[in-house]
């Protein structure tokens, strides 16, 4: 049973660069929990590994996680600044010999390795050369400035053991671990240490994260012990792998979610399809808003194989929000996103306005895949000079021949000239009802779109029409029209 009052989980990246595909999943999963049982989702950034991790990095994370919507209660807490209390802790276990100090010098151990792996041994622990000096030894030559490393003690025999929400009991011998640093000469915690302290000190009870954590999982755990609390919860989630079922990685293209934002997926498709990548609802359902997902999210119904990851699916998803978007919060997001991102959209002055973006944005119905596709179906309808481009017009010419075609436009211009109601409907049923050149709706449509768009794809055309208006229509057609009128 899930205690609901007091359920506190966590995310807990190393800033090492932008947030990816796997990060992302591992925080959607810890944010649904903590919500849907009412509880706590805490932001810890574990940037104690100076050589690897960056504060450009650290943003990066922040803000792709707010772009995704999730929210943090508590943090971002900084590993690096918690210093102090890791080694507060490194010295309690010190003071109850359940640490100690190590002074070897990396030569040694190197040295050590090496005999042990020419032996053929594969497990190479340490050999606790260190373990037989007396405390006192050990404090003395600590302050007398001689470099050292603390490492814990792991208590001989016995079995460390789990119980995952996804893999079930887990069991470890404590004879395979060996005497691992919790403090490095430096001062540092080493991550296994710095999380289990974080996690007791944060009051987590529920940790998700990636399998590969597995193998970190017993050493936390003896230091819990060792610490005489209680361990958090599990739940190894399966990775995310690529088509070719290897982790997913760079090389399977694109895996941060600042590239997903920049392409043009909206967050809500790629929350939706984050939490099918090792989880399901039941087996059927797909579609989920964030609501929905801490609704109906449950530990019980993690994946235990690994989920792959298809970017043909996350299009369909982005394709499924886009449409069922409000239309206000749709027009809102686009504008945004072609003003940030698309930065040869063009836009004549007066049409640069929300209102006006808003009645496009409304007729583009489910064409989009992508916030980006506004630009191809809709460029259009932001500018007054369109260039009808060569090869429509040698296609119209082909097609219709030029006189035919210059004459129908001219028609449809004065028939549309003649509508008293520019409504889309009106507007069909009346160039349906005309005769125009013996030519057939679709062909009449083609010419119609043609003229409008100067190009083959658009919105609905009557809809096209009755937003750009009688005054761009007619001199839209006209144009064409004249163009077809002047070729031989
Ligand atoms: N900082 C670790 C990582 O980014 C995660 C630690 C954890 O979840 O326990 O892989």
């Known amino acids: 049973m899930i205690d609901e009052k007091r359920v506190v989980t966590r995310f807990a990246p190393s800033p090492t660069g932008f947030l990816h595909i796997g990060g992302a999943r591992t925080a959607l999963f810890n944010y649904l929990f903590a919500k849907k049982y009412g509880g706590k989702f805490i932001l810890r950034i574990e940037d104690t590994d100076t050589a690897r991790n960056s504060a450009e990095a650290s943003e990066a994370i922040l803000t792709s996680l707010r772009w995704l919507g999730l929210d943090w209660d508590e943090g971002p807490f900084y590993q690096s600044q918690r210093t102090a209390q890791y080694n507060r802790y490194a010295q309690k276990l010190l003071s109850e010999g359940k640490a100690y100090r190590c002074f070897c ?232 996103y072609v003003k940030k991102y698309m930065p040869d959209f063009r836009f004549d002055e007066k049409y640069d306005n929300m209102d006006y973006f808003r009645s496009v944005t409304d007729i583009l119905g489910d064409r989009l895949k992508l916030a980006g596709d506004v630009k191809a179906y809709a460029q259009f309808m932001f500018i007054d000079d369109i260039e009808y481009p060569q090869d429509l017009i040698d296609k119209i010419i082909k097609d219709y021949g030029a006189p035919v075609a210059a004459r129908a436009l001219g028609l449809i211009a004065d028939i549309a000239a003649s509508a008293t109601d520019y409504s889309p409907a009106a507007l069909e049923s009346l160039l349906r009802n005309s005769a125009i050149e013996n030519l057939n709706f679709s062909k009449i449509a083609f010419l119609l779109r043609s003229s409008l768009a100067a190009q083959t794809v658009s919105p609905g055309i009557f809809e096209v029409m009755s937003v750009l208006g009688r005054k761009r229509c007619d001199a839209r057609i006209k144009k064409l029209s004249d163009i077809l009128r002047k070729q031989n």
């Open 105 to 336: 010098a990396g030569e040694r151990l190197e040295a050590l390795r090496e005999e042990k792996r020419a032996g053929g041994e594969s497990h190479i622990a340490y050999d606790r050369a260190c373990l037989g000096i007396s405390p006192e030894k050990s404090l003395k030559r600590s302050e007398s400035g001689e470099k050292y490393v603390v490492r814990f003690k792991m208590p001989a025999g016995g079995t460390l053991s789990f119980n995952d929400m996804v893999h079930g009991a887990v069991n470890f011998q404590n004879d395979v671990l060996d005497d691992f640093i919790i403090i490095k000469s430096d001062a540092m915690p080493t991550y296994n240490f710095a999380v289990a302290i974080d996690d007791h000190e944060m009051n987590v009870t529920h940790v998700i994260r990636g399998d590969d954590h597995i193998s970190n999982t017993p050493k936390q755990l003896a230091i819990f012990n060792a610490l005489g609390v209680e361990a958090p919860v599990y739940a190894h989630v399966p990775m995310i792998l690529g088509g070719d079922k290897t982790k997913l990685s760079k090389r399977h293209g694109a895996t941060s979610l600042t590239y997903y934002e920049e392409a043009g997926y909206v967050k809500e498709a790629l929350v939706n399809y984050l939490a099918l990548l090792g989880w399901a609802f039941d087996g059927k359902t797909e579609f989920f808003t964030m609501d929905d997902l801490i609704e109906k999210f449950s530990e019980k119904k993690f994946g235990r194989t690994p989920a792959v990851f298809d970017i043909k699916k996350l299009e369909f998803f982005n394709q499924s929000h886009l449409k069922t978007m409000p239309s206000e919060t749709k027009a809102g997001l686009l504008y945004n």
